[in-house]
């Protein structure tokens, strides 16, 4: 993908990207310059720059009898995408609460790639009940998902006010992280020995959603009513078997460390 065809995709093209690549070429320059460089008409000109200075891409400046545009680092295109991403997911409930899911058959989303996993974990940021009951590996969403962005994601969670209930097997946890903590809203519990959780899910609102391994990189959504109700049943019923952490139940990773 060219230069052009990228930055189409960001909302830049047709005039408006001829007239901020001119604004990057000339660095400090006068709008005729720029209009000369973009093959632009001096009216036009104007009207393109007021919108890339409303975009937060240039500046107008006025030095002594000329006004003159300065470009912006870049870096402001991807602090744009972030403030972006940050307004949808604070909006998500609201359009959510008025999308007619009245429908009767259930969706099925499938994701696949190096975003996919990304993708299917950051959709749980849009539970309405503010309430998520997940089975967690912690060695799977290293791989998959990195401990960077999960942290991420967790400042994400907690500043949402979503409230967590993970169960775990030790024999698939790493060290101590992502402990039982009020105050980041995440009740744990390890599953009986006998009973393996090696796939992440999450269940919330009406969605079971679920995460592969980076081997095999794809993320699936789930929504039905039906099926939530009956894996959020499945999940309470393993939660009332299984226990909160305790100094003997150290995942396997830290007791040979500790040995």
Do not use: C
């Not at 790639?113 to 503010?130: C, F, N, P, Y």
């Not at 962005?149 to 169960?167: C, K």
């Amino acid at each position: 993908m060219d230069l052009e065809q990228a930055m189409d995709q960001l909302g830049i093209r047709g005039k408006l990207y001829s007239a901020y690549m001119a604004a990057l070429e000339l660095g400090e320059a006068t709008v005729n310059q720029i209009a000369t460089r973009a093959g632009l008409g001096r009216t036009t000109a104007y009207s393109i720059l007021e919108r890339l200075e409303e975009e937060g891409l240039v500046t107008m400046v006025e030095r002594g009898e000329k006004r003159l545009v300065v470009p912006e680092d870049p870096h402001v295109l991807l602090q744009r995408l972030e403030n972006k991403q940050r307004t949808l997911i604070e909006l998500m409930p609201q359009l959510r609460s008025l999308y007619n899911s009245s429908r009767t058959k259930p969706e099925i989303r499938f994701y696949e790639g190096e975003d996919a996993v990304r993708t299917v974990l950051w959709d749980t940021l849009t539970a309405q009940s503010k309430m998520l009951r997940g089975v967690l590996s912690t060695s799977q969403l290293l791989e998959s998902v990195g401990e960077q962005q999960m942290e991420e994601y967790i400042q994400q969670r907690i500043a949402r006010g979503i409230h967590l209930q993970v169960l775990r097997s030790a024999s698939q946890d790493i060290d101590t992280l992502w402990p039982d903590s009020d105050g980041q809203l995440r009740e744990l519990r390890y599953a009986p020995e006998h009973i393996t959780l090696g796939m992440t899910t999450y269940v919330y609102d009406d969605k079971v959603v679920m995460l592969s391994s980076k081997r095999e990189d794809y993320g699936l959504i789930i929504r039905s009513k039906d099926f939530a109700n009956l894996y959020a049943a499945m999940f309470d019923g393993l939660w009332a078997i299984s226990h909160a952490p305790a100094p003997q139940d150290k995942p396997a990773r830290l007791r040979k460390r500790s040995a």
